[in-house]
């Protein structure tokens, strides 16, 4: 393949417009979530027209303690490089040729004019409630995942509840393109904060609801995060992994018959993490990792957002790109993430007989006026990055098979003490079919092969050279059809220095850079471990929309191509800004310890004690202070101290009611029982039932026209595999 037969990455939506529109007077995360998903647009290819507003909040947002902004800032920056700029006024002439209007207002779309449009609307999902990122966390039982038990709940750092948001906005806007593209038809969709934040938790709320609730694993946590001689050091280790822990650390202590197994570790978690720490006290990050990666163990450092511009691997991937900003002392280029995900694609003649041959109806009843109705999309994805990834592209019509044997299944299927598939697996399966197919044998790969030529899409989140071993990597596919689409979701990207080193969603929030934003200001910083795993729920909003941006290239282009995410590199997208100030400002990450729950735009923020739980505060303005300064009859400068005081002896509703009559943001940080029970999320659509009564995960985002349904249970293994192969 010559380098001109090569697919750009940054072409693959070349021929969309985008209209970006976010009024003024939306909250700062609506703001931020829908500029988010238009950056990602424009780095596929989109020409994003985003509309100014007359006074642009982006540009009064700081993004770390160091920046003074005004004229710009590097969260403006970072978020509108190559897009479009015009002001309200100037919109009306820019609206000719638009497929696709991200908006953060209904009012936005009729002022277009425009009568039938494609369209993504971004709201809080509350009506007029003062809301901050830090409440819809805190609603949504997020940050009852962070921090220890006994002390305050915590936030994750930076703008992560604008940012996962905007990765829904990203794959709801995607869908509503392939609808047009393929259907002829356009739709609304919808997303909300509450939505999108609670789909995300779904294990917590989940657990909650089925009445085994996760609890704050602290300095206790099956995945720690240690002090080291230099930092921190995020430390999780497998079973397999304990003969090298043990002949590592050295401690006699690790041969007590509490930590004989590693269900007696993981209940004694408390107390083996303190004689680990014990032993990182007296090493460096770099000796840490390098044990890390010699072992197979997933364990990182905590990486500032300096550490990560100095990172070999992203400098190896040319993961950073240039931006022109506006600072202080005038133009500069700074630095800034780009796209997290590599394309190898071929743009060689199909064969006309082989494009044109005749292929097995895979539609159904059920799904057949949405975007991706009449498609195949073969499921090879494990946990969450690849198997929901998957889901989505089924809960957006495609039929999905996924595919398993008996000596290899998804590893959801099982949980100790369950019989039968663990809810892990029933959440995140519905809505697909289920073939047995040993790979490892020629009659699995030859059956393999003929779904292929039927398919449109192939998913899989295997470790590094896998397939290759199978004997299914993408030439291979490519052979049994031209057009297919092969999407690898891989924990560090396809090739590069310490690429195939092993990584767990939470180990790479480490190495990503969003531990480096969460944790008490004293210390420690925390990663979310099982309980979240935060980057493979991220992941798979942006994996399912580049999938479907593959797609609808393959289909125009006529040829297939392997796409390549890498989820650390979606992870550090998600603090982009904070990138982007230490590449202006030097590292403005930990230099003042960790942020807790503030934030650099809040007059004040936190989670405060209530008698019965915790309730978070979020004042933006100054205005705020004054008014609770004189509720509270305190001195200025004792304000938190009199808040904290106060707090003590109220309750959570008599505490909120107050507070919201003064027009401050407040509410109960939930646990994830306290969550399931909330009316935002019991209204939403986060959560699901099947014909069944089960419960499971619903969806980050609706369709107005044609909403997505739940049509089928979670398959069991290998359910389908005689009507599947009977159809080829």
Not at 156 to 166: D, F, K, P, V
Not at 226 to 255: I, S, T
Not at 442 to 456: S, W
Not at 594 to 601: T, Y
């Amino acid at each position: 393949m010559t380098k001109s037969d090569k697919l750009p990455a940054d072409k693959l939506l070349s021929q969309q417009r985008v209209l970006e529109w976010v009024p003024d007077g939306c909250p700062d995360m609506i703001h931020i979530a829908v500029s988010f998903a238009g950056r990602l647009l424009s780095d596929l290819g989109a020409t994003v027209i985003r509309v100014t507003p007359e006074r642009d909040p982006l540009l009064s947002i700081p993004s770390a303690e160091a920046e003074s902004v005004g004229s710009s800032s590097v969260l403006a920056t970072f978020l509108n490089r190559s897009k479009h700029q015009v002001q309200t006024q100037e919109r009306s002439s820019n609206m000719p040729g638009v497929d696709l209007a991200i908006l953060g207002s209904p009012v936005c779309l009729e002022d277009t004019g425009v009568q039938d449009i494609s369209s993504v609307l971004a709201e809080t999902g509350l009506g007029d409630r003062p809301i901050s990122e830090l409440g819809v966390q805190a609603l949504v039982g997020l940050t009852d995942l962070f921090g220890e038990p006994e002390q305050q709940p915590l936030a994750m750092g930076g703008h992560q509840t604008a940012y996962a948001m905007g990765y829904a906005v990203f794959c709801a806007a995607m869908a509503a393109v392939a609808k047009l593209s393929i259907q002829g038809e356009t739709d609304r969709a919808r997303v909300t904060a509450v939505d999108a934040l609670a789909w995300i938790n779904w294990k917590g709320i989940a657990a909650g609801a089925l009445g085994f609730p996760v609890v704050r694993g602290g300095r206790g946590a099956e995945a720690p995060v240690l002090k080291c001689a230099d930092g921190y050091f995020a430390f999780l280790h497998l079973p397999n992994n304990w003969p090298d822990v043990c002949a590592e650390v050295g401690d006699p202590r690790l041969r007590d018959e509490q930590f004989a197994s590693a269900g007696l570790r993981a209940r004694n978690a408390a107390a083996l993490n303190k004689i680990l720490a014990e032993w990182a006290a007296g090493c460096k990050s770099a000796y840490l990792y390098e044990f890390c990666q010699r072992c197979a163990i997933p364990g990182g450092p905590v990486m500032s957002a300096d550490d990560l511009l100095q990172e070999p691997l992203y400098l190896y991937r040319n993961y950073f790109a240039d931006a022109s900003h506006n600072g202080a002392d005038g133009e500069c280029s700074i630095r800034v993430p780009g796209l997290p995900m590599t394309v190898e694609g071929s743009a060689a003649a199909i064969d006309a007989a082989a494009a044109g041959a005749e292929r097995v109806d895979w539609g159904s009843p059920s799904t057949k006026a949405l975007p991706l109705a009449g498609m195949l999309v073969l499921d090879l994805g494990i946990f969450t990055a690849g198997s929901v990834t998957s889901t989505l592209l089924a809960d957006l019509g495609a039929r999905v098979v996924k595919v398993e044997s008996e000596t290899y299944s998804d590893p959801f299927r099982i949980w100790p003490g369950i019989k039968g598939d663990s809810p892990l697996f029933t959440f995140n399966n519905r809505n697909k079919l289920a073939v047995n197919l040993d790979l490892k044998t020629e009659a699995g790969r030859a059956a393999f092969l003929k779904l292929v030529a039927e398919a449109d899409v192939v998913v899989e989140n295997f470790r590094r050279g896998v397939l290759k071993r199978l004997g299914i990597d993408y030439p291979v596919l490519q052979k049994a059809n031209p057009r297919i689409v092969l999407a690898s979701i891989s924990g560090q990207g396809a090739e590069g220095p310490g690429a195939g080193h092993v990584s767990f969603g939470s180990t790479l929030e480490a190495i990503g850079g969003v531990a480096a934003l969460t944790g008490y200001r004293d210390g420690p910083c925390y990663i979310s471990g099982r309980n979240l795993n935060y980057p493979d729920q991220i992941v798979c909003l942006y994996g399912a929309g580049a999938a479907i941006a593959a797609i609808l290239k393959a289909r125009q282009a006529g040829c297939g191509m392997h796409i390549d995410v890498s989820q650390r590199e979606v992870t550090s997208l998600a603090v982009g800004e904070r990138i982007a100030a230490a590449s202006y400002l030097g590292d403005a990450g930990l230099a003042g310890g960790f942020p807790g729950n503030s934030d650099p735009n809040m007059e004040l923020q936190d989670i405060f004690a209530v008698q019965d739980g915790w309730l978070w505060i979020s004042m933006s303005d100054s205005g705020s202070r004054e008014v609770l300064v004189e509720d509270l009859r305190c001195e200025p400068g004792q304000l938190e101290a009199a808040l904290a005081a106060w707090l003590s002896g109220q309750n959570v509703t008599d505490a909120e009611a107050h507070l919201l009559g003064l027009g401050i943001a407040a509410g109960r940080a939930n646990t994830g029982s306290q969550a399931a029970e909330e009316p935002a999320i019991k209204a939403g659509i986060a959560f699901a039932e099947t014909a069944a009564g089960a419960m499971v995960k619903g969806f980050p985002f609706q369709f107005e026209k044609t909403p997505m349904v739940i049509y089928e249970e979670s398959p069991r293994m290998g359910e389908h595999t005689e009507r599947i192969l009977d159809l080829l």
